[in-house]
């Protein structure tokens, strides 16, 4: 398969996640997006928190119905995004995470319901829950494009999660593709010290196959 590799020349100035040597003004909140491979690459800025207001917010639609290109970026990273973002308040607030919206596959969204409802019942057995999130600020590390028969996004997002008192950050990797024309996270691993996944799915995971999530011998595993 092919891989591009995004070049983020400023991630997302986001005083808290304390992002450095970027090669932009921290003013400038633009991601430039190209692909190094290509022989005669060309590359494009644009703002990942905008979105295509021409579409249902609910929905995040591939440029191409038939196929994932590089130029979801932008659909792909708001995605992310907020999903990252309403897993962090249900997990500590109790709110409500609509995972249809962002899931597909019956298996990883069990999986992750499973996973909220977990750390909920912990952090409120534990009486943590008064502490709750107030907002949460989220910036790309690393972007990949990796075409082919089953193209798809590789994004590492570092958030740093605000609460009421106090805050703490951790890394989240996501794999994105195209399903009938609508963007779906296909895997989503949070690697941060004593997280679910690292517990449940094992710490220093590669996180690369877009299909980990049909192997019902591994998801039976993993249940187990």
């Not at 932009?24 to 430039?32: F, K, M, R, S």
């Not at 909920?120 to 082919?148: C, M, P």
Request: hydrophobic share 35%; net charge negative; charged share 25%.
């Amino acid at each position: 398969m092919k891989r591009v590799y995004m070049l983020l020349l400023i991630l997302f100035t986001l005083s808290a996640c304390e992002q450095a040597n970027t090669s932009t003004n921290e003013n400038n909140t633009d991601v430039v997006v190209g692909d190094m491979n290509a022989k005669d690459s060309k590359s494009t800025e644009i703002s990942p928190s905008k979105g295509d207001l021409s579409k249902d917010s609910t929905d995040f639609l591939a440029e191409d119905e038939s196929d994932l290109s590089a130029w979801d970026f932008e659909t792909a990273y708001k995605m992310c995004t907020e999903a990252l973002s309403e897993y962090y308040k249900a997990i500590w607030n109790g709110s409500d995470i609509d995972l249809d919206t962002y899931i597909d596959n019956e298996n990883l969204k069990q999986y992750t319901q499973k996973k909220v409802s977990s750390q909920y019942d912990l952090f409120l057995k534990n009486k943590l829950t008064y502490n709750q999130v107030t907002s949460v600020d989220i910036g790309a590390r690393q972007v990949e494009y990796v075409g082919g028969d089953k193209s798809f996004f590789y994004l590492k997002l570092d958030a740093r999660v605000h609460k009421d008192v106090g805050n703490f950050a951790e890394p989240t990797e996501f794999l994105v593709q195209s399903l009938n024309g609508k963007l779906v996270i296909v895997d989503w691993y949070t690697s941060g010290k004593d997280s679910y996944d690292s517990t449940v799915r094992g710490e220093n995971q590669t996180i690369n196959n877009p299909d980990i999530w049909n192997n019902s011998e591994w998801v039976k595993k993993l249940t187990d």
